[in-house]
């Protein structure tokens, strides 16, 4: 088999799998349990596929192109940046250990639901490998239904509200982006983002920026998610915060940044001040949250803020530190989000005032929470203090300022972790905490400790991802070739 196809491979297998799924009449174990080898599958094809890469070139690599309509310029383009490898890797270990959380759970309509969770995994593979608009549309609206089906069916008590408020927010970002795409295309020649050169278009920019703000999100777009994250299930909150925010990373480096650079230049103050709003905000609420699930949420969004920052430093550093960050964010927030679902089966709630205490008698749950949080507090030797540290360099450049904003919010960020930690684990037990409730189970172990691995990894080797990610040079990190 040619490498190429690796990465339409990656895209294929989950939605394939999802319908052998979803079609046949297997029993809650089965449906559970192939889900779960599939989801381990696209793992290894991404190992697969890194390994036929050469992070030395910083050019497009595993690119397949067919024509699709010839007449506008659209085709089926597909390839890999090493910087969007690394956010497909991150992608396929959340999805697969938030699958076996769900396996170990066991959610109803089991068919449906890990259906849904597969074909989700697919079409945020096919953003991530996207090279041309109209494809990478597609998969950008694709990943709109099963999160859809995943919150309104399968959620909380507050499932419909939370539904609804997502899908709008999404679908106003999306019409704005559409609008983008086809204005772009048309005024290229093309929509492919390989062959298309640049626009100084600031309407099209703010089209293409206001979409990836409401997907990450950053503040004041921010309003559909305390209630999705909230009302999700444990294992599709963590995938909203870890990976589907990402979607919005992919597309501010290979689709803003790439295209758009006089206005990314004209209006760098104006991004980087919602993302340095975002930042702060997402902290100070975090530290006013009153539960475990709003503590994470909001601090999903303040990282996604210090995200932003590196990403419009316009800086080498600070787009090392982005992508190391969203990878190191991505595994963090999916230990958080599964690590919350196990407490609240264990009490039935995650209202900090009626928890504690919960370090008695359990050391795993303890030692993951802990070290999991203390990785979230961005110790330093933490991957989340290498990438930190890096935006904050990067955005130096810009204006010192920048640095001190986000330095300012790191600190509220070790406030807000360290509440939650001692919230749960050390200050006297809450009227939900008893001695019935169990230690964390050999599964979630088995799901949890390689997170924590892939994390502790990164913190003794962040190199792995920042001298491999843009070649050394930011104009190689959206590499463009002259447009017609």
């Known amino acids: 088999m040619s490498s190429e196809w690796l990465t339409t491979l ?80 991150a992608m396929t270990v959340v999805m697969a250990a938030s699958i076996a959380y769900a396996f170990w759970a066991g959610r109803e309509r089991p068919r449906a639901y890990f259906g849904l969770m597969l074909f989700l995994t697919g079409a945020i593979a096919g953003v991530f490998v996207a090279q041309d608009l109209l494809v990478f549309y597609a998969f950008f609206e694709a990943m709109l239904i099963p999160l859809y089906a995943l919150i309104g069916v399968w959620g909380g008590p507050g499932r419909v509200g939370a539904t609804l408020k997502f899908v709008i927010y999404t679908m106003a970002g999306s019409l704005l982006m559409l609008a983008a795409i086809v204005a772009f295309g048309l005024q290229q020649g093309t929509f492919d983002l390989v062959d298309s050169g640049t626009s100084d278009s600031v309407w099209l920019f703010l089209g293409f920026l206001a979409a990836f703000a409401v997907k990450a999100p950053l503040f004041p777009l921010h309003g559909w998610l305390p209630d999705a994250y909230r009302e999700s299930s444990p294992e599709v909150a963590a995938v909203l915060s870890g990976i589907v925010s990402k979607a919005a990373v992919f597309g501010l480096l290979r689709i803003v940044l790439a295209k758009f650079p006089e206005p990314v230049s004209d209006l760098r103050v104006m991004v980087l001040s919602l993302g340095a709003a975002s930042l702060v905000y997402g902290s100070l609420v975090a530290f006013r949250a009153p539960d475990v699930r709003g503590v994470i949420a909001y601090s999903s969004l303040s990282q996604m803020g210090l995200i932003t920052l590196g990403i419009f430093s316009g800086t080498t550093l600070g787009l090392d530190g982005a992508i190391l960050h969203s990878v190191s964010h991505a595994l963090v927030s999916t230990s958080l989000f599964l690590l919350a679902g196990g407490i609240e089966r264990r009490t ?25 949080g203390v990785i979230a507090l961005a110790v330093p030797g933490s991957s989340a203090f290498a990438g930190e540290f890096l935006i904050l360099a990067g955005v130096f450049d810009v204006g010192w300022w920048w640095s001190v904003i986000g330095a300012g919010a790191i600190v509220l960020a070790a406030m807000y972790m360290l509440r939650l930690i001692s919230a749960v684990l050390h200050v006297s037990p809450g009227t939900r905490v008893t001695d019935a409730a169990l230690d964390l189970r050999p599964a979630e172990l088995g799901i949890l400790v390689p997170l924590l691995g892939v994390l502790l990894a990164l913190s003794a080797w962040p190199n792995g991802i920042t001298g491999h990610s843009f070649a050394g040079a930011f104009a190689q990190a959206t590499q463009v070739r002259a447009g017609p």
């Open 10 to 89: 990656l895209v294929v297998v989950p939605v394939g799998g999802g319908l052998v799924v979803w079609v046949l009449p297997w029993t809650r174990y089965q449906a559970g349990g192939l889900a779960v080898l599939v989801a381990l599958l696209e793992v290894a094809l991404w190992v697969e596929t890194a390994l036929a890469f050469d992070f030395g070139d910083p050019d497009l690599q595993l690119e397949q192109r067919y024509e699709w309509f010839s007449d506008l310029g659209v085709s089926y383009h597909v390839g890999f940046y090493a910087w969007s490898l690394w956010l497909a890797g």
């Open 348 to 372: 039935a709630t995650g209202n900090l005032a009626l928890l504690g205490g919960m370090a008695r008698g359990r050391p795993a749950l303890a030692t993951m929470l802990l070290t999991v």
